[in-house]
């Protein structure tokens, strides 16, 4: 079964742009926010693995813009993994604006366990399987 979050968020001034609409960048912050919650709420938090000597980079991101979000929005981050590898992670974002349920944006990120100078390492047993329960 694939670990799933929620969190609820509401869009910042500072997010939106010249045309009064989020900022496509803030999107993938908001993919920050639900990755380290989603990996909080199962015991893991990224700095215990920084003292280890352990990083765990984006190596691809991609988002799909459906509508836009503006300023004092409410809106509703889902984030799940959906692939675990040997060494990487893929985590899935939707973006949904609340109250009416309409998606505003899907997407991914793809991350790699490295160690301290950039080569990807093996993602510990536990890990793996605080991840896929």
């Not at 991101?61 to 409410?74: Q, W």
Request: proline share 3%.
């Amino acid at each position: 079964m694939a670990i799933e979050h929620e969190i609820r968020l509401r869009v910042r001034y500072e997010e939106t742009d010249a045309m009064r609409v989020v900022h496509y960048s803030k999107y993938f912050v908001w993919f920050e926010a639900g990755r380290v919650e989603l990996l909080r709420s199962v015991g893991i938090q990224f700095k215990d693995f920084e003292k280890k000597g352990l990083f765990f980079p984006v190596v691809e991101a991609m988002a799909n813009y459906k509508a836009s979000a503006r300023f004092d929005d409410e809106i509703l981050l889902k984030t799940k993994i959906t692939k675990i590898g040997n060494t990487s992670v893929r985590f899935e974002n939707r973006v949904i604006k609340l109250p009416e349920l309409s998606l505003i944006c899907e997407g991914h990120t793809v991350h790699v366990l490295t160690d301290a100078d950039g080569r990807p390492t093996q993602i510990p047993e536990e890990m793996k399987a605080g991840l896929s329960t």
